[in-house]
């Protein structure tokens, strides 16, 4: 971000830069409605925008980080309370006796949108006002502004409340575009030694724009429209309307080790609407990382698009189903990219198996008619490049670049594609992205889009290892326990793309909790270039492909999150192993997980460990989520107990994943001598024939009270 004054010179610049640009027609005008039908258009996203804008990001940002590579430039203050700079645009009334102040977030003079907000957590009260109205068109809780951002209108009615819930507000993001003609001021009310953390995504359009401000009528007057677009956001695979009417050209070859093919190509002027591939191969995780694809437009000597094809459609390594607008990967394999491809005279698909075993591959492209437009059309691209055994640090941060470009283009999506070995067993210890974004645009001397956290860039917070998907991001992989293990995060730009007339500069802070050697970082940035952008891909290596795994062995650290711990090997403490065998994997503690097969619900297994002091304690037991795991509930001491979150019936059954989770029992005093835990079966989906309970460890925590 920036200073409010030097975000005033970026407009003024942007605005001068197109002061030329002939005044659109009135047919033309932005809306809520035109926003919103943004947020489907796939074939829009190829054509560079008319009228041009420009998105930056107001954020709660540590403002000591003011000098790129500087003393301060991977601050961390963004906005736990009590920062030694507001972080704000500037202090409208400074705070009175009950700490309460009135602090400005952004001040945009001339026409534009809000087009993304988040928060973690913020307190305090929003005023938004738009195009100089005395009176605000929001006026209530800062939580609710950033999250649910149109429940506060009654018109809101109006539009699939239920399905908003998944489509327009995604996890702690809210895309709730709001246009304004002349000016849009919001402003903060509340404590700064409370949480407030904000992020707030802006385009800025050219003087001349023709825009018509929000209104909560908008919701009444555009339902239609937008209720449509809800229904195709909640499921692009069946709602999303097909443009073409072509038959997919349908292709289907295996590839032997170190061979490379053409799986199809295509002639003449036209766009790529939808591809879908599906490997097979004896070992999936490795097919899927060690077979490139190619996607080579227009003859150009090297693709436009080079990634290995799992991690081209975003949830690798492995096949770890889910649904977005526009990827979906599903649960046997067929991976689906609606991102559509425009060429201008052909292309060519190639795929090369820098693995030792043959893959199968099987798929379908469908093409339709394009008009490429010399001026605003541009090739879809996606460059995949991984760093490998590196050491993420909160000492030595630094910034992964994941895309630096020069040109014309359209920035719409990004991956990390992660492997953690820190064995602190919770989110606050094995925490990796603790990174802001930062993103350089154009003549940006200080980044234009400057975030708070990486899981903040991909719209969840405090460093969450939940399995979530929405229409815009992600995170379809997170092992665990906490963050450890293969973690994947995606977030796409479909209604916040980032256009660069000159250049883009895409960085991420590899900033951990603590000092992690052995971490791989592969990652992508997704765009549309104008003809003649250039940029720091390089080609991808055998080496860059090697196969990744996990430790052989690993133990659980009683450190940070995990502090004055002590651990228990589940076979060591259980009371008998009837019904019970021993796995292995280097998922689980020591390789190995005492796995437990119920025959029916009245069966428990027990686990005894020790206290040599009286005090408060928490019992944590980590166990497995599995496609064929059950349910269960927990007892201590012969006295059954409900988790922290007051869950009672934990169901560990996840279809097509394997997890490893830590469950939390409330703190209870302890007496000096032996405990038992007991865990009883509940019973299982009906489609599981045999039900399991897998048990890693269980830790018993002192607390500080």
Known sequence: MRSFGSLLLIVFIIVGSYSCTPKPDETEIITTETLFLEMIDMVGLTYFPEPPYKTVQY?????RSTLPGGPNWYANSDGFGGEPNPNFEEVIQEPGEDGIGEYLIADVHGPGAIVRLWTARINGQIKLFLDDHADPVYDGLAQDFFQKTYDLFAEVENLDRERMEK?????DASYTPIPFAAR???????NLKEIHFYQVGVRLYPENTALQSFSPQDLVTYKDPINKVINALADPDENLDQISSESPVIFAMTLQPGEEKEIFSLEGMQAIERLTVKLSAGDMDKALRQTLINIICDDYPWGQVQSPVGDLF???????????????????????????????KNIKVKMVNQGEQAVGIEGTALAMAYAWDAERSMRFRARW???????ASNRAVQDLPFIVAHGKGVYVGTTSYLLNPNDVPTPYGSWWGEGDEKIFVDDDVVPSVFGTGSEDYYNYSWSSPDIFYYPYCGQPRNDGPGNRGFVTNFRWHILDPLPFQKNIRFYMELFSHERTPGLSYARMGYHYARPGVSDDHLAIMPEDLRHLELPEIWKPANRMGARNSVFYEAEQIISERIHTRMLRGRLWSGARIQTW?????AESKAFSFRIDEKGTYRVHFAVALTPNAGRISVSLNDQFTSL????KII??????????????????????GRHTLVLKFEGAPAAVERPEIGVDFIWIQKTNR
């Open 184 to 190: 849009m001021r919001l402003v903060w009310i509340g």
């Open 385 to 391: 490049r991984a760093d490998h055994n590196i050491i």
């Open 644 to 647: 922290t979150n007051n869950e």
């Open 314 to 344: 975003g949830a690798a390594p492995g096949i770890n189903p889910y649904q977005s607008l526009p990827f979906t990967v599903q649960p046997d394999g067929t991976m689906i990219c609606r991102f559509v491809m425009p060429f201008e």
């Open 651 to 672: 169901d560990l059954n996840r279809p097509y994943r394997t997890l490893l989770r830590n469950f939390t029992l409330p703190a209870t005093e302890l007496e000096p």
């Open 597 to 601: 097969y119920p025959r029916n619900s």
């Open 167 to 171: 489509t327009v507000y995604q996890r």
């Open 59 to 63: 954020s709660s940002f540590d403002r």
